[in-house]
């Protein structure tokens, strides 16, 4: 496995979308320059798929994530059945990049699931 080393930087701050959404309506103001300031803001994988499916509003949160100077956070997992390790890597990275790879990776049976067919299927 290999050896990723421990964050040694400011304490941890994931962001729920309702917060996300509300700094996309009226701008970060005290409490997100109060955030920038003393926490490392982190986004995942979800925080990803939210945004795609804000449809049409995708540059605004975006444009949040970067403004908040916020990194990638995702979860380490071991091939070849993906096996969660407890572990994550946090990666400065531009919102706009990861976002453009998450919807390139992300498969296409994703956009699925809230077909009424698929729920039948897995209660019977």
Do not use: W
Not at 16 to 35: A, S, W
Not at 65 to 92: C, M
């Amino acid at each position: 496995m290999v050896s990723i080393p421990l964050y040694q930087g400011k304490p941890t701050a994931y962001l729920d979308q309702n917060i996300l959404d509300l700094f996309t309506k009226y701008g970060l103001g005290d409490f997100g320059e109060n955030l920038l300031d003393n926490y490392q803001i982190v986004y995942s994988d979800e925080t990803l798929k939210e945004i795609r499916r804000s449809k049409g509003f995708e540059d605004k949160f975006l444009n949040v994530l970067k403004e908040l100077n916020a990194s990638h956070l995702k979860l380490v997992v071991e091939p070849p059945n993906f096996i969660i390790t407890g572990t994550a890597t946090i990666t400065n990275r531009d919102p706009f990049e990861s976002y453009e790879e998450y919807c390139q990776n992300a498969p296409e049976y994703q956009d699925m699931e809230h077909c009424s067919g698929i729920v039948n299927l897995a209660t019977h």
